[in-house]
């Protein structure tokens, strides 16, 4: 147990796959490289941290997204939240046609298409709406560990791709014309745990197979994943901070609060060395 402004850090796991609140910890002030460890840890074994009560703005979420990665810049598919916060993508359904016409967006990674798939993910809201725009999020390691053996021996060795616009692309560099989807193994390794889970979404496809033959894959991989037990819904407060592992943590904004106003704060982080 870690100490900062001698309040014991309490970490309180929310479900049986995935997800703790986190109490003890003020992000208005600098995270000393103790904490900043402890947070990791715990997010390397929960997968998705909040943090509530916290009064940040900009600044501190940047700040904060270094003690997971490196804050990428937002890339030529979206505009940042100012010059100042080149990091930060602000989420306003107001002006992201995508969340207000697309309700297929559905459960993804930020980024799935691209070569280098975003380790973290933080978010804060900044207006909510008075009911609705929950975020629901879904294990992918507990869904690889509760496939049977055979069903495990079939994917270890398939490849998938996701089509580009499955998952925010607002941290890729612009596509070049001809560019293909990136290609990825289905099951992947966690560089620090050691745990796998399944790197499939909606919409995937599996690499040398028929179509109907990836389509059935795939739609029995994301069933999976998202199997009640697997999933964690999160009822945005003000103040509250998330941060989630985007490799094995898909989510899935609910688009049911109409023309009421939701602007979250977000911001994504490539893994490697980090510091404060």
Avoid: C, K
């Amino acid at each position: 147990m870690t100490i900062i402004s001698e309040n014991p850090v309490e970490i309180e796991p929310l479900g049986p796959a995935l997800g703790a609140t986190v109490r003890g910890i003020d992000l208005s002030r600098r995270l000393d490289d103790t904490d900043a460890r402890a947070l990791r840890a715990a997010w390397l074994r929960h997968g998705l941290l909040v943090l509530p009560d916290q009064r940040i703005g900009a600044d501190e979420l940047v700040a904060f997204g270094q003690a997971f990665g490196r804050p990428l810049p937002v890339g030529p598919a979206e505009l940042p939240l100012d010059a100042a916060h080149p990091e930060i993508l602000a989420l306003d359904h107001r002006r992201d046609l995508w969340s207000v016409a697309s309700t297929e967006i559905g459960w993804h990674r930020e980024g799935a298409s691209g070569l280098s798939v975003p380790a973290g993910v933080l978010a804060r809201p900044v207006a909510l709406p008075d009911v609705g725009g929950d975020t629901l999020f879904a294990s992918a390691q507990a869904a690889y560990d509760r496939l049977s053996d055979p069903v495990r021996t079939l994917v270890d060795d398939l490849r998938v791709v996701h089509p580009a616009g499955l998952g925010r692309l607002a941290w890729e560099p612009a596509a070049r014309p001809g560019d293909a989807p990136a290609e990825h193994p289905v099951v992947q390794v966690h560089p620090e745990t050691g745990r796998r889970w399944l790197f499939v979404a909606p919409g995937a496809r599996i690499v040398d197979l028929a179509p109907h033959e990836s389509d059935e894959i795939v739609a029995l991989l994301v069933e999976e994943i998202t199997r009640p037990e697997h999933v964690l819904r999160h009822r945005w407060e003000p103040g509250t901070v998330l941060v989630w592992d985007n490799r094995w943590v898909l989510h899935q904004n609910l688009l049911d609060y109409g023309q009421q106003t939701r602007i979250v704060h977000q911001v994504v982080v490539e893994d490697g060395p980090w510091s404060l």
